[in-house]
C-alpha cells in the first residue's frame, strides 16, 4: 500500500480544507445547527455543483468522478475538522456504499446519478435497537404477492428527518442474527412511512427515528437476494466505520489546533502558558494520539478502496473486518481523548457558548457511540483474530 498522498489527493485536501475554512467556520455551523433541516441547503448545493464530492466514488458510469474511498476519507477529515454540517457523511459514507455493493445495474442508474448531482440525498436505516449488530435489526418483512410488506421502528437514523432514498434492512418474522435480512432502496416519501426528527446532544449531526407501518414495496426496491442481505449490510457498516474515523480524525486535529492556539495567546505570569512544560507534554501526547489515528484512518481507507473496486486485490479486502474496527476504536478514543484534553487546556471558558471546544466535544461523544464504542470493537477485533486460528 502507498501512504503518501498523490499529487491528485493532495489537490483534493487542500482545496477542501480551503474551501470548508471558508464556508464552515464557527459562525456558519451554529447557525446551521440550530436550523430547520440542520444544515445549509445552499452550502449543500455548492458542494454537490461546485465541488462534486457526492460524486468523488461513484463510478464514471453512474455520472459520477470514479475515483476512491481514500479520496472520500480525505474529504470526510477536512469535514470532521470543520464540523461541516450536511447529509453528505449519510449519504456518501453510508447510502452510496449500500448501492455500490447491492444493488443491480438498473437500481445503480436509477440512483446514483441523482446523488452525484445532489438532487437526492440518502441514508441507511436499520437499527430497531440501540446496538449495531446483526440482532438489532429487528423490522420485519413479508412477501406479499409480487412485492413486500414492512413494519418496525428503525432508530438513530442519521439525517433520517429529512432524506429523500432510505436504505433500510429488515427481517423476515422467526428469523434472528445474521440470517433473513434483506436491504431496500425505499422513496422516502413513500406511504407507510413516518419520520420524527429526535434531539441529540451533538446539534451538529440530526437523527430520526422512523417507523414503517404497513409499507409496501415494489420487488424493484429490493437490493440483492431476499434474506441474503446481511453480508452486503455487514459490509457497508464497516465501511460507514472508516468514514466516521475519519471525521474523528479531523476533529481530533482541530481542538488540537485551537488548544494550541488558545495556549500561544494566554497570558500567565507574564509569558504565554503555552511555554508552561507540562502544557507542551499534554499538547504533544494529544498530536501524538492524532497522528496514530490518522494512520489507522488511511490504512482502513486504502483497504475500503480495494473492497468497492471491482478489481481490488481480495487478499487485501478480506482485511477489511479488523481495519474497520481498530480504526473506529482508535479514533473514538483520540477524539474523545483530545476533545476533552482542549476544555482543560482552555481553562474556565473551555465549555462556555462562546468557545468552540464544546461542540467538538459533543461530536466526539456521540460519534464514539454511533456505530458502536471503542470497547464493542476491540471485542470484534478479538473475535476476527481468534476466528483465524487454527
Known amino acids: 500500500m502507498e501512504f503518501a498522498f498523490s499529487d491528485e489527493q493532495e489537490m483534493i485536501r487542500a482545496s477542501a480544507e480551503g474551501f470548508l475554512a471558508d464556508v464552515s467556520d464557527s459562525a456558519a455551523v451554529r447557525a446551521a445547527m440550530v436550523s430547520e433541516r440542520g444544515f445549509d441547503e445552499a452550502l449543500w448545493q455548492r458542494l454537490c455543483q461546485e465541488m462534486y464530492w457526492p460524486a468523488i466514488h461513484i463510478p464514471e458510469t453512474y455520472g459520477g468522478l470514479g475515483l476512491g474511498f481514500v479520496e472520500l476519507t480525505i474529504l470526510l477529515e477536512q469535514m ?10 449519510a449519504t456518501a459514507g453510508m447510502a452510496t456504499p449500500a448501492l455500490l455493493l447491492a444493488a443491480d445495474d438498473e437500481q445503480k442508474q436509477r440512483w446514483l446519478p441523482s446523488i452525484a448531482e445532489g438532487s437526492v440525498t440518502a441514508t441507511l436505516a436499520f437499527s430497531s435497537a440501540n446496538g449495531w449488530s446483526a440482532d438489532d435489526v429487528q423490522a420485519t418483512v413479508v412477501a406479499e404477492g409480487d412485492g413486500f410488506i414492512l413494519n418496525g421502528t428503525l432508530k438513530h437514523v442519521l439525517d433520517g428527518h429529512g432524506a429523500d432514498l432510505l436504505i433500510i434492512a429488515a427481517r423476515q418474522p422467526g428469523t434472528t442474527g445474521e440470517k433473513g435480512i434483506s436491504l431496500f432502496a425505499v422513496n422516502a416519501a413513500s406511504a407507510g412511512i ?76 507574564g509569558r504565554p502558558i503555552a511555554s508552561f512544560q507540562a502544557l507542551k507534554h499534554r499538547a504533544a501526547d494529544m498530536m501524538l494520539q492524532v497522528e496514530c489515528a490518522r494512520s489507522a484512518s488511511y490504512y482502513a481507507a486504502c ?34 481523548h483530545c476533545a476533552s484534553e482542549s476544555i482543560q487546556l482552555h481553562g474556565g471558558v473551555g465549555f462556555t457558548w462562546e468557545y468552540d471546544p464544546h461542540l467538538y466535544f459533543k461530536r466526539a461523544r456521540a460519534s464514539e457511540s454511533f456505530l458502536g464504542l471503542p470497547a464493542w470493537h476491540r471485542e470484534r477485533i478479538a473475535s476476527v483474530i481468534l476466528g483465524e486460528q487454527p
Open 303 to 336: 483497504v475500503a478502496q480495494e473492497v468497492l473496486d471491482p478489481q481490488g486485490d481480495p487478499q487485501v479486502a478480506a482485511q477489511l473486518p479488523l481495519a474497520a474496527a481498530l480504526a473506529k476504536a482508535q479514533c473514538s478514543e483520540t477524539y474523545f
Open 194 to 269: 413516518t419520520r420524527q426528527m429526535l434531539p441529540t446532544m451533538d446539534q451538529t449531526r440530526r437523527q430520526a427515528r422512523i417507523q414503517l407501518k404497513g409499507l409496501y414495496l415494489e420487488a424493484d426496491a429490493l437490493l440483492g437476494e431476499f434474506g441474503r442481505g446481511w453480508p452486503h449490510l455487514e459490509r457497508v457498516l464497516q465501511l460507514a466505520c472508516i468514514g466516521l474515523a475519519a471525521e474523528q480524525t479531523g476533529g481530533a486535529q482541530q481542538v488540537l489546533d485551537l488548544s494550541v492556539a488558545y495556549m500561544q495567546e494566554r497570558q500567565q505570569f
Open 80 to 89: 470532521g475538522r470543520r464540523l461541516l454540517c450536511s447529509p453528505f457523511f
